[in-house]
C-alpha cells in the first residue's frame, strides 16, 4: 500500500536536500538556522529534513522520552521568543514538556489576571467567600422549586421529576462545605431563607430526601463547630452564627417534624437508619447547646414515647444505645421531664429492660454504656417522690438487691440506684422495704467486701463507688427508720455483731478518708499563701471553689461516715465505748467529729444536699432540716466529750 497515494501527500520538490543526522547537536541547529536567508519564501529555501524509514516508531519513542537532571547551563535558548530562559524551565512530575511555554511578559499578564479576580470577595479561613456561598444557596432553591413544580405537575409520573430528584439530592450535599464556614455561612442561610426551604423538605413524599436534609442539619450543627479555629474571638464568632441557625430551626419547627420523621424512618434499611441515628444526634447537638430545650423537646413531641418504646427492643444497636443516652439527657435537672417519664410507665420500662443484666454482664462496650445510661436515667428520675413509688410498687428494691447478690457488672450501678431511691424523706418508705426483704444482709456484706468476684468490672475505681453509695445508704436508713422501731434495732445491731466489726470498717475508711483531705488541705494553703504573697485576695468565690475541691480530695466521704458514726454513738453505749477507744490509739477523739460535722452543717445548702434533698425524717416522729439533725447531733457529741472530761 502507498501511503503518499492514500493520503495524497504532494511530491517534495527535486533538488539537493541537506541531510540531518539522527541525532543533530544544538549547535548544528543554531548554525543550520543561521544558514537559512531570511524572508526567503521560495520552495528550495525551505529546510527540508529526510526521515529515516522507521520514522513513526522514532516519534512513538520520542513521546515516552523524558528529561533527566542535568546542569542547565548547557541549554540552548535562542529558540525560546526572545531568548527567555524561563521559556523552558519548567517541567512537570514525569519530566515531560521541558517549559512551560510561556514568555516572562505573558506570565506576568496572566499573574495580572489572576489576582484581579481575588479582589473584592470576602473568604474565610477554609477559602469559602461569600460569593460562593450565595451561588450555592441560589442553585440550590432553584433546584428546590423546580422539584416541587414537577412533583405538583406529575404527581403519578415519577420519570416526569427523577431527575430533579436526583439534582436535589446533589444540592443537598453541596450545603455540608457550609459547616466549614459557620461565620460567613450561617447567617447569609438564615437571611436567605434556606433555612425555611430545608425544613419544608423534612415533609418531602421521597423518605432519601428527608435523609439529605436530616444528614445536612446534623452537619451544620454539630458541636464541634467553631472549635478548630485558635482564635478566641473566632470562635466566639463562630459560636454566635451557631445559635443565629438553631433558633433559626426552632423558629421553624424543626423539633416536631424530626420527631415525626423518626416514626416514618424504616430502621431496617441501612439509609434510613443512619437517618435515626443523625436525628437523635440533632437533638443531642441543641440540647448540648441549649439544655433549657429539653423541656420544650419532651413537652411539644413525642419524644418521650419514641425513647420508651425504643429502648425496649429486643435487639441491640446503635440507634437502641443512643436512645438510652438521650433519655438520660432529657431526665437530667428537669423536674417536668422526670415526672413525664413516671407517668409513661418509664421507670418500670426501666426496670424491665435492666433485668436482663441480673444474669448476664453486657456483650460489648456499646451494651455496657446502654446500661449505665438507662440506670443513670432511673437514678435522675428517682429524685422526685412520684418516681420513688413507682419504684416501690414495681419492686425495683428486690430487683437491686438480686443484682447486688450476683456481682456482675450492674452490681454498682445497683447500690448506685439504693441509695438514690433511699435518699430524702420520701424515701422513708424505701428504707422501711428494704430493711423487710432483708436488704441488711446483702448491703453490709458489700460494704465488708466479703465474697467479692475479682474481675474487671470491679476495679479500685468501681469499689471506692461502691463504698461511696453504700454509705449513703447506711446514712438514709439512720435518718428514715424510727428511732426504738424493730428495724432501727436491727440496724443497729449491726454495728455490734462480731465484735464492732463494722464500726471498725467505718473508722477505717474515715482514716482513709482524712490522710487523703490533708493532702488537699496543704495544696490549698500552699495556694493561698502564694496568692496573698503576691498581693491577691481570697475572695469568697475562691472559698467555694476550695471547698468543693476538699469535698472531692475526702471531705465528702468524711462527712458521712462521721454522721453515721454520730448516730450510732448516740444511741448505742457500747458502740460509743469501742469508738472513743479506737480514736484514742490515733490521738483523735469525738471532738474530730463534731469538727467534721460543724463543717457539713456551715457549708449545707438547705435547698439542696449530697443526697438530693431538702429534709431528713427525724426517727423522733416529726420532720426536721439536715441542719436541724447535725445541730442535734452535735449537741449530743459536745455533751457526751464534757461528761468524758468530767
Not at 413525664?340 to 420500662?349: N, Q, S
Not at 428511732?483 to 474515715?510: C, G, H, M, Q, T
Not at 491577691?536 to 458521712?560: A, K, S, V
Not at 457500747?574 to 467529729?593: C, F, P, W, Y
Request: net charge negative; charged share 30%.
Amino acid at each position: 500500500m502507498d501511503i503518499d497515494k492514500l493520503f495524497k501527500v504532494p511530491k517534495l520538490p527535486a533538488g539537493s536536500k541537506r541531510k540531518m543526522p539522527d541525532n543533530p547537536t544544538p549547535e548544528m541547529l543554531k548554525k543550520m538556522r543561521l544558514d537559512t536567508p531570511s524572508g526567503a519564501d521560495s520552495e528550495d529555501s525551505a529546510m527540508v529534513v529526510d526521515m529515516p524509514e522507521s520514522s513513526s516508531a522514532a516519534r512513538r519513542q520520542s513521546r515516552r522520552a523524558t528529561v533527566e537532571d542535568g546542569d542547565d547551563e548547557g541549554v540552548d535558548t535562542s529558540f525560546a521568543p526572545g531568548g527567555d530562559a524561563d521559556y523552558f524551565a519548567e517541567e512537570d512530575e514525569e519530566g515531560r514538556f521541558y517549559g512551560g511555554g510561556l514568555t516572562s511578559e505573558q506570565k506576568q499578564i496572566l499573574s495580572i489576571f489572576e489576582s484581579a479576580e481575588g479582589e473584592g470577595t470576602t473568604e474565610d479561613p477554609e477559602g469559602i467567600s461569600i460569593t460562593s456561598i450565595r451561588r450555592t444557596l441560589l442553585k440550590f432553591e432553584r433546584t428546590v422549586n423546580k422539584n416541587q413544580d414537577q412533583r405538583s405537575k406529575y404527581p403519578d409520573d415519577p420519570s416526569k421529576f427523577i431527575d430533579s430528584e436526583a439534582d436535589l439530592d446533589s444540592a443537598l450535599k453541596s450545603l455540608l462545605s457550609l459547616a466549614q464556614s459557620p461565620v460567613l455561612a450561617y447567617p447569609e442561610l438564615v437571611r436567605s431563607g434556606t433555612v425555611s426551604l430545608l425544613i419544608g423538605l423534612l415533609s418531602h413524599e421521597n423518605a432519601d430526601i428527608v435523609i439529605d436534609v436530616v444528614d445536612v442539619i446534623h452537619e451544620l450543627t454539630d458541636e464541634d463547630v467553631g472549635n478548630e479555629l485558635e482564635d478566641e474571638e473566632e470562635q466566639e464568632e463562630a459560636q454566635a452564627a451557631l445559635k443565629t441557625l438553631i433558633e433559626a430551626l426552632l423558629e421553624n419547627s424543626i423539633l416536631e417534624l424530626l420527631v415525626d420523621n423518626l416514626s416514618r424512618l424504616n430502621e431496617t434499611e441501612e439509609s434510613d437508619r443512619q437517618g435515626v441515628f443523625h436525628i437523635l444526634g440533632i437533638f443531642e447537638n441543641m440540647l448540648g447547646f441549649n439544655p433549657d430545650l429539653s423541656l420544650i423537646l419532651v413537652s411539644k413531641t413525642k419524644m418521650m414515647n419514641w425513647l420508651l418504646d425504643r429502648v425496649q427492643s429486643k435487639t441491640h444497636n446503635e440507634n437502641r444505645g443512643y436512645s438510652a443516652e438521650l433519655l438520660s439527657i432529657l431526665l437530667q435537672n428537669n423536674t417536668a421531664n422526670r415526672q413525664d417519664f413516671g407517668k409513661k410507665d418509664g421507670v418500670e420500662v426501666a426496670l424491665n429492660v435492666l433485668s436482663q443484666f441480673r444474669r448476664r454482664d453486657p456483650v460489648d462496650a456499646d451494651e455496657t454504656e446502654f446500661m449505665e445510661n438507662l440506670f443513670d436515667a432511673l437514678c435522675s428520675a428517682l429524685a422526685e417522690p412520684e418516681a420513688k413509688s413507682l419504684f416501690l410498687a414495681s419492686e425495683g428494691v428486690d430487683l437491686m438487691l438480686l443484682m447486688m447478690k450476683e456481682k456482675l457488672q450492674s452490681k454498682s450501678r445497683a447500690i448506685k440506684t439504693l441509695d438514690y431511691a433511699m435518699s430524702g424523706t420520701a424515701g422513708t418508705i424505701i428504707c422501711a422495704n428494704f430493711v423487710e426483704v432483708l436488704g441488711l444482709k446483702t448491703l453490709f456484706a458489700a460494704f465488708m467486701g466479703k465474697g467479692s468476684k475479682k474481675s474487671k468490672s470491679n476495679g479500685p475505681a468501681a469499689a471506692s463507688e461502691d463504698t461511696s453509695h453504700i454509705l449513703g445508704i447506711i446514712s438514709s436508713l439512720f435518718s428514715n427508720v424510727p428511732s426504738e422501731s424493730p428495724d432501727r434495732i436491727r440496724l443497729l445491731a449491726k454495728f455490734v455483731e462480731n465484735n464492732y466489726e463494722k464500726a471498725d470498717k467505718l473508722l477505717e475508711v474515715r482514716d482513709n478518708a482524712h490522710n487523703r483531705l490533708k493532702v488537699v488541705d496543704a495544696e490549698i494553703e500552699a495556694e493561698k499563701k502564694d496568692t496573698l504573697a503576691e498581693g491577691g485576695e481570697i475572695e469568697p468565690e475562691d472559698e467555694d471553689l476550695f471547698y468543693l475541691r476538699r469535698l472531692e480530695g475526702g471531705l465528702f466521704t468524711l462527712q458521712t461516715v462521721d454522721y453515721i458514726l454520730a448516730w450510732v454513738v448516740m444511741e448505742d453505749d457500747g458502740i460509743r465505748a469501742h469508738v472513743t477507744q479506737m480514736l484514742e490509739r490515733k490521738n483523735q477523739s469525738l471532738k474530730d467529729i463534731t469538727s467534721t460535722l460543724k463543717i457539713y452543717r456551715d457549708n449545707l445548702n438547705v435547698d439542696i444536699q449530697s443526697n438530693g434533698t431538702a429534709t431528713d425524717h427525724d426517727p423522733e416522729g416529726g420532720t426536721l432540716s439536715q441542719k436541724e439533725i447535725l445541730q442535734h447531733l452535735i449537741d449530743f457529741l459536745n455533751e457526751t466529750e464534757q461528761a468524758i472530761w468530767h
